[in-house]
């Protein structure tokens, strides 16, 4: 006959860190593919997209303007083009509304970019808490 006695330890603040730690590298992750995704769907050319597809550009600006940050303190991460870059353009695109004196119809591009990466999102938490 064997006999056994066994101690265990949970460090609560540890497992908690731990897990911060791997939700902001995978929050990362996620605002990266998803702001890829949504630069790959605008296309340099001089026409004007039909309506309901992404817009395209003509010097890439739109396009070198989304960015994403991560929010540490909120656990979230913040996808989209920079107002400071491009300024309410992308709000006209994604939405439709006026620019610059111009009414644009509505050609989403952050949204589908959502749309496109949610499944893979879930595989990006997957083995992010180490100890």
Avoid: N
């Amino acid at each position: 006959m064997v006999e056994m006695k066994v101690k265990t330890r949970m460090d609560a603040k540890r497992v908690v860190k731990a897990a911060q730690t791997g939700s902001i590298k995978s929050l990362g992750h996620a605002g990266g593919a998803i702001r890829m995704t949504a630069k790959r769907s605008i296309k340099r050319s001089k026409t004007e997209s039909s309506e309901g597809s992404p817009p395209h550009t003509r010097k890439g600006q739109l396009r070198r303007a989304i960015l994403y940050a991560v929010e540490k303190d909120k656990q979230s991460v913040v996808v989209g083009p920079d107002v400071s870059i491009v300024s309410t353009a992308g709000t006209a695109h994604e939405f439709g509304g006026r620019f610059r004196g111009e009414q644009y119809p509505r050609r989403p591009f952050m949204g589908p970019a959502l749309e496109k990466t949610k499944e893979r999102l879930p595989k990006m938490w997957a083995g992010s808490v180490r100890s």
